[in-house]
C-alpha cells in the first residue's frame, strides 16, 4: 500500500465526537466549531493563527 502524502500545511482539529485531550490553545485541541468561536472571541487567537481560523469559520459559516 503506498504511503499517503501529507500536507505539512494542514489544518488538523478534533472531530466533533472527540473528548478535549490537551489544553493548549492550538487547532489540533479544538473541534472546528470550538475554534471557530475562540477565533472569533480572541483577537490574539486569529493573529497567532489565521489560515486556522479562517478554516474553522468558513466551514461553521456555510453551516449555519
Same mark, same amino acid.
Given at each position: 500500500?503506498p =504511503? &499517503?502524502s501529507?500536507? @505539512?500545511?494542514a489544518?488538523?482539529?478534533? @472531530?466533533?465526537? /472527540?473528548?478535549?485531550?490537551?489544553?493548549?490553545?492550538? @487547532? =489540533?485541541?479544538?473541534? %472546528?466549531?470550538?475554534w =471557530?468561536?475562540?477565533c472569533?472571541a480572541?483577537?490574539?487567537?486569529?493573529q497567532a493563527?489565521?489560515? =486556522?481560523? &479562517?478554516? /474553522?469559520?468558513? %466551514?461553521?459559516?456555510?453551516?449555519?
Amino acid at each position: 500500500m503506498p =504511503a &499517503r502524502s501529507v500536507d @505539512p500545511e494542514a489544518v488538523r482539529f478534533l @472531530p466533533d465526537e /472527540a473528548q478535549i485531550a490537551c489544553r493548549a490553545i492550538l @487547532p =489540533a485541541c479544538f473541534t %472546528k466549531a470550538g475554534w =471557530a468561536e475562540l477565533c472569533v472571541a480572541q483577537d490574539d487567537v486569529r493573529q497567532a493563527h489565521p489560515r =486556522a481560523c &479562517r478554516v /474553522a469559520m468558513d %466551514k461553521e459559516m456555510h453551516n449555519r
